[in-house]
């Protein structure tokens, strides 16, 4: 908190640092090297033995002696030698985006002996091309904006980022607001080139890029390269498009549509790193190298153009929107579903044109190993592929899909997930060229027959059956709806009393309010079940239904079996017989509460006072008598 002092971050092992700020060095790093901090003087002052921080203000020199007070003496030694000196001493207001020493021995060497050799005029326009006939100081460098600079008046690029890092033609500013008699002095990272080429004169110029070239004719993007605007291309190389496979490129190179997604997924526009076709790219850098999605496939960075730079990539970026439904699953999460489908002899429906969804399974569904390969798994993937292309936030409760295995599946939208039948959808959609996958947390059950039908079919419920038709519940069961059956197994039968039991089947009246205390009127399926859902049952009482430790409870019951599915309804198996809670005497509601009686029900102390009391004694009496009267004793 002294006066003056600068945080300067610097990069361990060379001489490089930076004055910066609390939003840049607070990991201690830069592009993943490790960096130290250190405080000095900020520019322009100096200690005072026995004073905190820097509090002597330097009296201000014009620009060429600032250049040698912030360490910019390469350009100093160039302003001097091409004549440019006695400008940037005299009057004047000037801006000058000063390269360090680095940046000038970092030129190759060819570059740098055509600007100095023989003194000649190109050294005077290179740095009259790093200034601007004004004072800009950073507050007025806005992102996105252009400056005239005093070499016939080309733009120098200005971008101005989140975290407080400012560029000049893709260079970085090391030390910014250097104030002068006549100016200001900024000084940056690199010697900054004039640019007279659009973004497409680049591509038909650049021999590495001859098949983005065609590429871009072909999808009709010419007119936007060559257009105003600051845009970034991550332009893919000969080299990338050749990595492709054969098939794959083919098939883009064919298909306008896809061929446009995927030109302008290297299409950068604005700073959210968002391309146009809709993809966020995760743009970052490690040690020298710009990285793209986590990976250094930028071989060539920072060539600037009048309406942007192009970044030389080594890989193709294909977005998703390009892809078949095949490729999009391939490389996500439901790999291991895609090898079922291709032993099921499926692939064809997901690499062609079809306009299809595909309900993937995540890997974690086949941890302990694939399932095997036959005619039933067979159509059951079948029923995995629906038609027609879907989006998930377009589904409805109650909707029904056609499957290409000609079944009819459900979506059920509930609080916290949506489902198709007893699958519910994991993660985002991938939306490809043709389909859409949806990623799903389990295989689906496709339904099969009523209620009934599911219960007479498999043997742990036959005494339910039997107890369903003496009860006169079979129509219920079999009639169009929603139903969730919480089904009783033999088991929970035999877990009966035998004279209970006996009892209760003697009785249809009492079977049938058991029975329909096993039913609720919607369909529930588990992957709705968070910590508590509570379902009005068909006797009229709450059904609790909780998840523990991954296991369906019923009214605190563990379910043997969930998401039997069934067209009218889900089943779910369980070992016990539901009981409804015992019917209680309920007080009325529709009478006041007098608010004597509550008195005497709440203080009982009071009533060996009251008796003996004799003015008390008489209305004590009286308000007893109406409390028997009333039941409340």
């Known amino acids: 908190h002294s006066p003056n002092v600068c945080a300067v971050q610097k990069l361990i092992g060379t001489n490089r640092k930076y004055f910066t700020n609390c939003k840049q060095w607070y990991q201690r790093k830069i592009c993943g090297k490790s960096t130290v901090i250190s405080y000095e003087?900020?520019?322009?002052?100096?200690k005072v033995p026995g004073e905190k921080g820097c509090p002597a203000a330097l009296p201000l020199s014009n620009i060429y002696e600032t250049l040698g007070v912030v360490g910019s003496t390469t350009t100093q030694l160039y302003s001097d030698r091409s004549n440019l000196r006695p400008e940037i001493e005299g009057p004047g207001s000037f801006t000058i985006f000063a390269p360090s020493n680095e940046a000038w021995a970092s030129l190759p060497a060819e570059t740098l002996d055509s600007l100095v050799s023989n003194v000649n005029i190109e050294l005077l326009n290179a740095l009259r091309y790093h200034m601007v006939n004004k004072r800009v100081l950073t507050d007025d460098l806005k992102h996105g904006t252009t400056l005239n600079s005093m070499y016939q008046d080309l733009p120098v690029q200005i971008h101005h980022y989140p975290n407080g890092i400012v560029t000049v033609n893709c260079a970085r500013v090391l030390k910014a607001d250097h104030h002068a008699t006549n100016g200001v002095v900024h000084v940056i990272d690199k010697v900054i080139a004039t640019t007279t080429n659009s973004i497409q004169q680049i591509i038909e110029t650049e021999e590495s890029l001859e098949t983005l070239r065609?590429?871009?004719?072909a999808?009709?993007?010419?007119?936007?390269?060559?257009?105003?605007?600051?845009?970034?291309?991550?332009?893919?190389?000969?080299?990338?498009?050749?990595?492709?496979?054969r098939e794959t490129l083919n098939r883009i190179?064919?298909?306008?549509?896809?061929?446009?997604a995927m030109c302008a997924e290297a299409i950068i526009a604005g700073l959210t790193m968002e391309t146009l076709e809709g993809t966020t790219l995760d743009v970052g850098c490690s040690g020298e190298e710009l990285t793209l999605n986590g990976k250094p496939i930028i071989a060539n960075k920072d060539v600037l153009a009048t309406n942007g730079v192009?970044?030389?990539?080594?890989?193709?970026?294909?977005?998703?929107?390009?892809?078949?439904?095949?490729?999009?699953?391939?490389?996500?999460?439901?790999?291991?579903?895609?090898?079922?489908?291709r032993?099921?002899?499926l692939s064809s429906h997901l690499t062609g044109n079809e306009q299809v969804t595909l309900l993937a399974p995540v890997n974690d569904v086949?941890?302990?190993?694939?399932?095997?390969?036959?005619?039933?798994?067979?159509?059951?993937?079948?029923?995995?592929?629906?038609k027609d292309q879907l989006f998930s936030k377009y589904l409805y409760h109650g909707q029904k899909l056609q499957t290409l295995g000609d079944k009819e599946l459900r979506v059920f939208v509930y609080r916290n997930n949506l489902c198709i039948e007893n699958a519910c959808i994991a993660a985002h959609d991938k939306k490809?060229?043709?389909?859409?996958?949806?990623?799903?947390?389990?295989?689906?059950?496709?339904p099969s027959g009523t209620v009934m039908d599911v219960l007479k079919a498999d043997h742990r419920f036959s005494t339910l059956v039997a107890a369903i038709q003496s009860a006169g519940l079979t129509e219920n069961l079999n009639r169009p709806g929603t139903f969730t059956v919480f089904a009783p197994t033999n088991e929970a039968f035999r877990a009966m009393p035998q004279g209970e039991l006996n009892k209760l089947m003697g009785n249809a009246k009492e079977l049938a309010n058991i029975l329909k205390f096993h039913v609720a009127d919607e369909i529930l399926v588990s992957g709705a079940v968070n910590a508590l859902v509570r379902l009005k049952s068909m006797q009229g009482d709450k059904l609790e239904v909780s998840m523990k430790n991954n296991v369906i409870h019923i009214n605190k019951e563990p379910v043997a079996e969930s998401d039997i599915m069934a067209t009218n309804g889900v089943v779910y198996a369980v070992n016990s017989v539901l009981q409804p809670q015992a019917s209680r005497p309920q007080e009325r509601g529709d009478e006041p509460a007098d608010p004597a009686l509550e008195i005497f029900k709440q203080a009982s102390a009071l009533s060996k006072v009251s008796q003996r009391n004799p003015r008390l004694a008489p209305v004590y009496s009286r308000l007893l008598a109406r409390m028997k009267n009333s039941g409340a004793f």
């Open 41 to 46: 003087c900020c520019p322009g002052y100096e």
């Open 310 to 341: 192009v970044h030389f990539v080594n890989e193709l970026l294909i977005p998703d929107s390009a892809k078949t439904l095949f490729e999009l699953a391939q490389e996500s999460e439901v790999s291991k579903s895609m090898d079922i489908f």
């Open 432 to 446: 490809g060229r043709f389909g859409t996958l949806f990623i799903m947390d389990k295989m689906l059950t496709p």
């Open 366 to 386: 086949f941890k302990d190993g694939l399932p095997v390969v036959d005619n039933n798994m067979k159509n059951l993937l079948l029923n995995h592929i629906v």
């Open 253 to 260: 190179l064919g298909d306008p549509e896809a061929l446009r």
């Open 214 to 217: 065609a590429a871009v004719a």
């Open 219 to 245: 999808s009709d993007l010419n007119s936007l390269l060559e257009s105003e605007g600051q845009y970034t291309l991550l332009a893919p190389t000969n080299e990338a498009f050749e990595k492709i496979p």
């Open 343 to 345: 032993q099921a002899g």
